[in-house]
């Protein structure tokens, strides 16, 4: 079992720039695919982006397609999101989470296996 842990949120204005970090422990990523999703007040937890097992796949959300990037250093047990071009819409909860299922990279959270406790980033106008 892995357990993930995130930092790297917090506070920033609006088109300013964040990187989120997600740790792992109990387990190397390596075994994973990984993801990032988000979830703002009162609504569903949403699709943020995912990086297959050996890096060379990614596939993000349509809402931050262009502007965030997910890459990973199994060396540092750790993945990676940048966000630029941060918008007050892209405030939420992010997390992180891991997928046993690594033939090709799934959107829907009910597919990943294990998550993180979360961390906030809040974008002002």
């Known amino acids: 079992q892995v357990q993930l842990v995130e930092s790297g949120g917090g506070l920033v204005q609006a088109g300013g720039s964040l990187r989120l970090s997600c740790v792992a422990s109990?387990?190397?990523?390596?075994?994973?695919?990984m993801g990032w999703f988000r979830q703002a007040p009162g609504k569903d937890r949403e699709f943020v982006a995912a990086?297959?097992?050996?890096?060379?796949?990614?596939y993000y959300g349509d809402n931050v397609k262009g502007r965030f990037t997910i890459s990973r250093d199994d060396a540092k047990n750790t993945v990676y999101l940048q966000m630029n071009s941060l918008k007050p819409e892209d405030t939420a909860v992010y997390y992180c989470?891991?997928?046993?299922?690594?033939?090709?990279?799934?959107?829907?959270?009910?597919?990943?296996?294990?998550w993180g406790q979360g961390t906030q980033v809040t974008v002002s106008s």
């Open positions: 989470a891991a997928d046993t299922y690594i033939i090709r990279i799934r959107t829907r959270d009910v597919a990943y296996d294990y």
């Open positions: 109990g387990r190397t990523l390596s075994s994973y695919t």
């Open positions: 990086i297959s097992v050996s890096g060379s796949t990614t």
